[in-house]
């Protein structure tokens, strides 16, 4: 079975850090994927880890523990349009398993 | 991602009438996913295709779903005999994966979905 899980919604102030977590139970491991999803539009990619470890990429980083089934994304001097669904994705056996997403919400 | 097309943006159907969705991969991409979000959830997947092949349809319903993607024109998801809880939006994502090999480095693209709502 497959299994992710993140938080329903975080809320944050602008130009504060937050971090998402996600946690995941899945048979097959070939990667874990971070996608942000404005309302009404399409996902799209931030991150990707395959390996344990940080991956940085300007004000997002993606960590990943892969012996404990644990990632988090990481959002730096939040700004309003940061304001989004972060969905977790694990790929499997050539697809991408989506958790339900996190609903960041940055406030002035 | 822009270059994943779905048509129609938004269908209103009736109860009992059939749903067709439609997705033109980006250039080059011959692998195609479809997933359905409902409000306010998370993406669901429903069916992996190739040209001409159905890869991994186990999220899809049993019954009134299919969908195909031949060898010539865009994918189709089809949905027969509607009912409200089929009221969702359906996004359609295209990679260039080589059977065997992971998607790695985010190669997923998506589409910005097509929303249905049934009457």
């Known amino acids: 079975g497959q299994n992710i899980d993140q938080p329903t919604e975080m809320t944050a102030t602008e130009g504060a850090i937050v971090q998402i977590n996600c946690t995941y139970q899945t048979s097959g491991f070939n990667g874990l994927f971070w996608y942000q999803q404005h309302a009404g539009e399409a996902p799209t990619f931030l991150s990707y880890?395959?390996?344990?470890g940080l991956e940085e990429k300007g004000r997002f980083s993606s960590f990943l523990s892969r012996s404990k089934g644990y990632s988090y994304l990481l959002l730096k001097e939040l700004q309003m349009k940061d304001s989004a669904s972060y969905l977790c994705a694990v790929e499997g056996f050539q697809k991408l398993v989506f958790g339900t997403g996190t609903r960041l919400l940055v406030s002035p | 991602n822009a270059g994943v097309m779905q048509n129609p943006r938004h269908l209103v159907r009736r109860r009992g009438q059939e749903a067709r969705l439609r997705c033109s991969p980006m250039?080059?991409?011959?692998?195609v996913y479809w997933y359905r979000q409902l409000p306010e959830e998370g993406l669901k997947f429903m069916v992996y295709l190739q040209k001409e092949n159905i890869i991994d349809e186990s999220g899809m319903p049993k019954e009134r779903f299919s969908a195909e993607f031949p060898k010539e024109g865009p994918s189709i998801l089809r949905i027969q005999q509607v009912v409200r809880g089929d009221s969702a939006a359906y996004f359609c994502?295209?990679?260039?994966?080589?059977?065997?090999?992971?998607?790695?480095?985010?190669?997923?693209?998506f589409g910005e979905g097509s929303r249905l709502t049934v009457l």
């Open positions: 994502a295209s990679s260039t994966l080589t059977p065997g090999q992971g998607l790695n480095t985010g190669e997923l693209f």
């Open positions: 880890n395959v390996l344990d």
């Open positions: 250039k080059g991409h011959s692998h």
